[in-house]
């Protein structure tokens, strides 16, 4: 498994690479997924996060965590799954400046803010969801228990 971190707002935020592993295999241990899987991972601004999500959702307006899994619509008989080459599981976006707002709002740190979102981002690559209140009452504990086993 392997964490591709990226972030326009420079080496501050370096740390989170290390913390969104982590939080990945803590997940892949408790959903028991043995796949090698890559994961990219950015932080973006405002601006950026506005325009994806209004080209991608057709939502006008910037937004905190956005998730693109790549093998949504693939059958995963027929995927290609190697224990040695990782296989893309998609892509998280996190906008730095809303997750800091919403920090401030619900009285988070950024730090536990921008954990928090990975998880979330994270849990929908993995094919959760929330449209539903049955899908939220598994996802939403879901990620408290991963958070809470990882210490935060």
Known sequence: MEIIFDSIFGDEYAYLEEEYTKITEV??????????YEIDVSLVDEEQIHEINRDYRGVD???????????????????????????????????????????????NTEKRELLFLYTHGLLHLLGYDHMKKEDEEVMFPLQDKILEKVGI
Do not use: H, W, Y
């Open 61 to 107: 307006r910037p937004t905190d965590v956005i998730s693109f899994a790549f093998n949504d619509d693939k059958d995963p008989k027929d995927a290609i799954v190697s224990t040695e080459i990782p296989v893309m599981l998609g892509e998280i976006l996190i906008c730095l400046p809303v997750a800091q707002r919403q920090a401030k709002e619900i009285g």
């Open 27 to 36: 997940a892949f241990e408790m959903l028991n997924i043995q796949n090698n």
